[in-house]
Nanobody
Framework: VQLVESGGGSVPAGGSLTPPCSAS????????MAWFRQPPGREREGVAL???????NYGDFVHGRFIVSTDNAKNTLFLQMNDLSPIDTAMYYC??????????????????WGQGTQVSVSL
């Protein structure tokens, strides 16, 4: 089981990015998937959840700017991020739980993580 993020980069404030998270060893369809981020010097925090049933949930700071989705044919999770701000600068990670059914905001609930992709937003 493996997750690999890509598609990060540097954008100006107000810009958009849609990093993908490619999955192998399991199917993202019908699996709870999560995006977390870790800003410089801060704790890792939850960004978006996509439940096994397709229900989505977002961190309070998202304010409708981000959309989490999957392309099941490509077995890939996406995080469409719009209207980015410098406070969104962080390493972004995707995660899933394989040892038990979990779909929440606790980092401890997830046992498979990608290596992360850096998103930097400038003024």
């Amino acid at each position: 089981v493996q997750l690999v993020e890509s598609g990060g980069g540097s954008v100006p404030a107000g810009g958009s990015l849609t990093p993908p998270c490619s999955a192998s060893g399991f199917a993202v369809a019908g699996t709870c998937m999560a995006w977390f981020r870790q800003p410089p010097g801060r704790e890792r925090e939850g960004v978006a959840l996509l439940g096994a049933s397709g229900h989505t949930n977002y961190g309070d700071f998202v304010h409708g700017r981000f959309i989490v989705s999957t392309d099941n044919a490509k077995n890939t999770l996406f995080l469409q991020m719009n209207d980015l701000s410098p406070i969104d600068t962080a390493m972004y990670y995707c995660a899933t739980a394989t040892r038990r059914a979990y779909c929440g905001w606790s980092k401890a609930g997830y046992d498979v993580w990608g290596q992360g992709t850096q998103v930097s937003v400038s003024l």
